[in-house]
């Protein structure tokens, strides 16, 4: 019990430094953050220089109001700070801005905050392309962020082909997947764009295992070529586990049981085990989406259960399990980290969620190392549906930051 009551309460990794492209909170009571871009769910966050806006949200588990404000930093293509003067990428003062909407939780056991705000805004308009996070403080402590929300504004001068492959240079319809890349950088100005142009190349927005610091198989007439690099060849996993906790008195799907256990509500999801073979699924490659079962005032009147996964096999050695995707915020931190029931022999983990839809696995990590592996409790299959995304950066000779020039995205099925 003490376990999952703790997450809601104690402060978890509040200095780490996270260089990547996740949404992600340092301390457990904020919880479910989402930034969308021009309204539309489950699309990247990555919007066109000078038009649109990006929505960002995420709830406050404690019960009063706690003022927040939020500071924008430009950052490089590996997501570090650019270093660039604050004017030189935004207007507005930076920093200050406190987060001023915000609606208590309806009719929830479990009473939260839900707080949102919008950029651009009146206050800051953001001036360059590139990637850009949005730190989030509270008012106890102006200098060590509560939650880091990241995306990309996207000034369009390269074109990417992408292709992907089953037929591999390490196998042939087997478990991998393997990403060759055209780039064409005719209308791009640049002295020398084997060294100018930096693509990075995604998995289903998986941070652990992105691809960085490419050199291109040869060049074409204004074409950068990446063919047959075993770099870019990746397990190919297999569909991502779903559920839905939408009824606080009704099971839905693969929930086993609900259970009002005070002073919270617990959905104990149906008992995992390792994947031995592909089955075909509909899946949304690890994300969620908010709602309950009236689909009404979501953001708010939506409840938070704890949940409980358990993985049934025998322990894995040599390394950790972690419970993974969107619902903890793709990052394998201790928190998201499986215990090993030695009585049951199960992995387990407790975590509070809030009602909706949701993607998850299982991902290994050996000691020693920070990609997880889906071998061991997913499997590695050729069909399974992955998305690939492909962002170019532009570092001209001189140049002070990266512009993102070039950005696609492909889903994979055979």
């Given at each position: ?44 966050p990555v919007m066109l220089l000078g038009s649109g806006y990006v929505d960002i949200s995420f709830d406050d588990l404690q019960r009063d109001y706690m003022r927040y404000t939020y500071r924008i930093t430009h950052c490089n293509a590996n997501w570090e700070s650019s270093g660039l003067y604050e004017g030189d990428y935004m207007t507005g003062i930076n920093g200050s801005t406190v ?242 029931n030695l009585i049951e022999h199960q992995y387990e983990i407790s975590i509070p969620l809030k009602q909706g839809s949701y993607n998850y696995q299982y991902l290994f990590v050996r000691t020693g190392e920070a990609v997880g592996q889906t071998g061991p409790t997913e499997g590695n299959f050729h069909e399974t549906e992955n998305e690939y995304c492909v962002y170019v950066y532009h ?20």
């Amino acid at each position: 019990m003490n376990r999952f009551y703790s997450i809601i309460m104690g402060l978890v990794c509040s200095t780490m430094s996270v260089c990547a492209q996740v949404n992600v909170s340092f301390v457990d009571n904020i919880r479910t953050i989402q930034a969308q871009v021009n309204g539309k769910w489950g699309e990247q966050p990555v919007m066109l220089l000078g038009s649109g806006y990006v929505d960002i949200s995420f709830d406050d588990l404690q019960r009063d109001y706690m003022r927040y404000t939020y500071r924008i930093t430009h950052c490089n293509a590996n997501w570090e700070s650019s270093g660039l003067y604050e004017g030189d990428y935004m207007t507005g003062i930076n920093g200050s801005t406190v987060i001023e909407s915000y609606e208590p939780s309806v009719n929830t056991e479990m009473l939260y905050n839900h707080y949102k705000f919008r950029l651009p805004n009146a206050t800051h308009r953001l001036l360059l392309s590139g990637n850009y996070k949005v730190d989030i403080f509270d008012d106890v402590d102006d200098e060590n962020p509560v939650a880091t929300v990241c995306f990309s504004l996207l000034e369009p001068k390269v074109g990417i082909d992408i292709k992907v492959s089953a037929n591999t240079d390490i196998d042939s319809y087997q478990n991998h997947q393997q990403v060759d890349l055209n780039i064409n950088y005719q209308t791009l100005t640049t002295s020398n764009p084997e060294m100018e142009l930096i693509p990075v190349v995604t998995q289903n927005r998986r941070w652990d295992n992105r691809v960085m610091n490419l050199k291109p198989s040869y060049l074409r007439p204004n074409q950068l070529v990446y063919t047959h690099n075993r770099s870019l060849i990746f397990p190919a996993g297999n569909e991502y586990r779903r559920f839905e906790i939408l009824s606080e008195y009704v099971p839905t799907m693969r929930v086993d049981r609900m259970k009002y256990e005070e002073p919270y509500y617990h959905a104990y999801i149906f008992e995992d085990l390792p994947v031995k073979n592909y089955k075909y699924d509909q899946d949304q490659n690890g994300r969620f989406l908010i709602r309950n079962s009236n689909n009404t005032n979501n953001d708010t009147e939506s409840d938070y259960f704890i949940t409980h996964f358990t993985l049934k096999t025998p322990q894995l050695a040599d390394g950790d399990l972690y419970l993974f995707g969107d619902l903890t915020d793709n990052m394998m931190w201790d928190e998201n980290r499986m215990e090993y029931n030695l009585i049951e022999h199960q992995y387990e983990i407790s975590i509070p969620l809030k009602q909706g839809s949701y993607n998850y696995q299982y991902l290994f990590v050996r000691t020693g190392e920070a990609v997880g592996q889906t071998g061991p409790t997913e499997g590695n299959f050729h069909e399974t549906e992955n998305e690939y995304c492909v962002y170019v950066y532009h570092r001209p000779f001189g140049g002070r930051y990266d512009k993102l020039v070039g950005f696609k995205t492909v889903n994979y099925k055979e």
